[in-house]
């Protein structure tokens, strides 16, 4: 059930013209929060990988989440939220997947989900953006994505954890959508399919080198090539990505003023015009990239 609580992968990574500005590249994966009187808190920027390459915290962000006071994350996975968002993944008006999707796209989404271990039996009941986000998860070899070995540590380490968004919050993003929507994104996406090994490559090799503008550009492009309905496109992104930025920023807010506070969030949630780090200094803070 891991696979569904990172509503999504690439749509976390995509972006529109409305996100690209002109400001100076943003590097970094680690920034460090400021304001005068504060311990300084830090922001971290993830990617949903099992690569240890990426799961593997580099030492200065190893040593600032162990000595955080508090760490906040996009969800809190635990065994409440993982049922809600397994759950909410199938259709319950009593449709059937079949009889949402004409037959040749069916057919390719039962064979596409194949190697995610979902049986035809489970994939007959699931919506089309449950479909559309597990098939923007690269495949797992370990199972052990950074999100969730952060969530892990974070127990482990007792420190106290809090969630920048609820699951209820990202589910209503996506129900939103009529199911006719829903499915002229999976078609636009089901043409690439081929192509997204090669395009998760790509991000993450942006992402080790911590390029975020970099990312940012290359998830512009991937979806001008792919989108054949950027009217739509263009409003979705909107929505899972500026939209929800206000929200995370007034749910870490109480922490910052506390100081520090270790925040890790998806990387392509902090640059761009509407990204968090502008958001911060809009506030006040001044945010350095210290890796």
């Not at 059937?96 to 049986?119: C, F, G, K």
């Not at 589910?171 to 998760?200: C, G, K, N, Y």
């Not at 970099?214 to 512009?220: D, F, G, I, N, Y």
Request: glycine share 4%; charged share 20%; hydrophobic share 45%.
């Amino acid at each position: 059930m891991k696979k569904f609580i990172p509503i999504f992968y690439l749509m976390f990574t995509l972006l529109n013209h409305t996100y690209a500005d002109n400001t100076a590249s943003q590097t970094g994966l680690l920034w460090q929060i400021n304001k005068p009187g504060l311990s300084p808190s830090y922001l971290f920027a993830t990617i949903h990988s099992d690569d240890p390459r990426v799961t593997q915290l580099p030492p200065l962000v190893q040593n600032r989440l162990e000595h955080a006071d508090t760490v906040g994350l996009e969800l809190l996975m635990d065994v409440p939220t993982i049922r809600k968002s397994a759950n909410a993944k199938f259709i319950s008006e009593g449709l059937t997947l079949d009889q949402v999707l004409e037959s040749p796209l069916y057919r390719r989404v039962v064979e596409a989900l194949r190697p995610y271990n979902l049986p035809e039996s489970l994939v007959q009941r699931m919506k089309p953006w449950a479909v559309f986000s597990t098939l923007n998860l690269p495949l797992p070899k370990t199972g052990e994505y950074l999100d969730l070995r952060l969530y892990r540590q974070v127990l482990e380490l007792e420190i106290p954890p809090y969630g920048l968004e609820t699951v209820e919050e990202q589910i209503r993003i996506l129900d939103s959508l009529s199911f006719a929507a829903q499915v002229r994104l999976l078609t636009d996406l089901v043409a690439h399919l081929d192509e997204l090994p090669q395009m998760f490559a790509n991000l993450q090799e942006l992402y080790l080198r911590r390029d975020l503008t970099a990312l940012m550009v290359a998830c512009e492009k991937y979806l001008e090539e792919w989108s054949q309905h950027p009217e739509l496109t263009q409003m979705f992104f909107k929505r899972i990505l500026a939209d929800r930025h206000p929200n995370m920023l007034e749910r870490m807010l109480p922490n910052l003023q506390r100081g520090n506070t270790f925040i890790a969030v998806g990387a392509l949630h902090l640059p761009g015009d509407t990204g968090l780090l502008k958001l911060l200094e809009a506030r006040g803070y001044e945010v350095v990239a210290v890796y």
